[in-house]
């Protein structure tokens, strides 16, 4: 299904006394962290038309067919549920403190850990400081969502690239996030093609993110042919060997409309229908193949009735009663699915350890850098100094 929400650059912004910036994203793998990864070099060649997967000859840690089989042949019952949160497009202040900072800081996995959490960040509306910290200070993944946010289904690979490459710049220059930290990517709309995907074997992206189902299918990579192709994806056509696809599986609702985002779920009529519809999916998830059951958003979806962020508290707290259940980041999950670990032995699985965030580079309330630029009309909070002497954009990303 297509997302029915729409990001749109305004020409000006006002600022309300509130501090807008760019990009929601996420990531949870720092360099600054100590937490180590099992990260694969992706292989040097790419292009081939995809072959039906030969599971003998693809073999993990690199390689995964595409399939709804548990990674590394475990049974339910000793494979973590993983439990995968994300929200996309611009990471604003008033959203993480109306709403993500009351509902994820502070909550702990079985392991006593901090959950995971990933942000599919664009550009404009980001407060890059606020990134820093929290990317810092919690561990969330900061991942890649594009510049300008209006790619489609026929974005051309150079755009792809630029786009692409720009918003990589645009995270490290003001959110200091280092460039190989960015892993994962996904599209604006959910709309993909086979230059995005390209782009993203060439520049060793480990993941992509945008491509729904309704089947219970685990992770897998592009070395042979993907099954997705349910629009506005587009269905691989050529081979690319360790990219993993982390499947968008849809939400089911009792009407038997599915939904891949909060945002395109229309059955729900309060609170608790809502609390009932993310149940009813984890315990298909749960009592079925254990396949990493994702909740994907954009903020806006807390606007649209009151008590949203309690939903998630709910469910959250439903979660936090088991054990055998885990919220980590998207590349912690991959981790997990490249080297698969028993629930017994999680306790010594390294990539979700806890680690000891060091301090960010400024508190977010007291950026390095707040300008308004205004012959663009936005504001850019960073810990980066100085301040650009013009603001960063699509074709200008240090803003010089």
Same mark, same amino acid.
């Given at each position: ?17 509130? %501090? ?6 996420? %990531?949870? +793998? #720092?360099?600054? $962290? ?50 995968? !949160? ?25 392991? *006593? ?17 606020? #990134? *820093? ?7 969330? *993944? ?13 974005? =051309?690979?150079?755009?792809? =690239? ?26 604006? !709309? ?5 230059? *995005?995907? $390209? ?5 060793? !992206? ?15 990579? +592009? ?29 089911? $609702?009792?009407?038997? /409309? ?7 779920? /229309? ?11 993310? /149940? ?17 958003? %954009? ?19 439903? +979660?936090? =009663? ?6 980590? /980041? ?25 680690? =000891? ?7 977010? %309330? ?35």
């Amino acid at each position: 299904m297509v997302n029915a929400v729409v990001q749109f650059r305004p020409a000006i912004v006002t600022l309300m006394g509130v %501090h807008y910036l760019a990009a929601i994203a996420v %990531h949870v +793998l #720092l360099t600054w $962290q100590t937490v180590p990864s099992l990260a694969l070099p992706l292989s040097e060649s790419a292009g081939d038309p995809a072959q039906p997967c030969v599971p003998d000859q693809c073999k993990l840690p690199g390689c995964r067919c595409a399939g709804e089989d548990i990674p590394g042949g475990l049974n339910p019952a000793n494979t973590p549920q993983i439990v995968l !949160f994300s929200f996309d497009d611009g990471l604003r202040t008033q959203d993480y403190e109306g709403f993500y900072a009351s509902v994820f800081n502070g909550r702990k996995n079985p392991n *006593e850990c901090q959950i995971g959490l990933t942000f599919f960040v664009s550009h404009y509306y980001t407060n890059y400081a606020l #990134l *820093e910290d929290i990317s810092v200070l919690y561990g969330y *993944e900061i991942a890649d969502h594009t510049v300008d946010h209006n790619t489609s289904s026929s974005t =051309t690979q150079d755009d792809w =690239t630029g786009e692409i490459m720009e918003m990589k710049e645009i995270l490290n220059k003001w959110g200091n996030v280092p460039p190989s930290s960015v892993l994962g990517f996904r599209a604006p !709309f959910l709309a993909t093609n086979e230059a *995005e995907l $390209q782009v993203l074997y060439d520049n060793k !992206f480990l993941y992509e993110a945008s491509m729904s189902t309704d089947n219970m299918y685990w992770p897998f990579t +592009l070395d042979y042919k993907s099954p997705l192709c349910i629009a506005p994806a587009t269905c691989p056509n050529n081979a690319y060997p360790g990219l993993w696809i982390v499947p968008v599986i849809n939400l089911q $609702q009792k009407s038997g /409309t599915p939904c891949d985002m909060l945002d395109g779920c /229309t059955d729900p009529q309060s609170n608790q229908d809502w609390i009932d519809l993310l /149940t009813d999916n984890f315990n298909a998830h749960y009592n079925g193949n254990r396949a990493p059951m994702g909740i994907y958003a %954009h903020s806006s979806w807390f606007y649209r009735g009151q008590g949203r962020d309690g939903v998630l508290k709910a469910f959250l707290d439903k +979660l936090a =009663t088991m054990q055998d259940v885990y919220v980590v /980041t998207h590349t912690q999950m991959l981790d997990w699915v490249r080297n698969p670990t028993s629930l017994d032995q999680i306790q010594n699985f390294d990539p979700w350890k806890c680690f =000891t965030p060091p301090q960010p580079r400024c508190d977010y %309330h007291a950026p390095g850098c707040s300008k308004w630029y205004a012959d663009s009309g936005y504001l850019l909070n960073t810990c980066t100094t100085p301040c650009p002497p013009h603001f960063p954009q699509y074709g200008d990303p240090d803003g010089n």
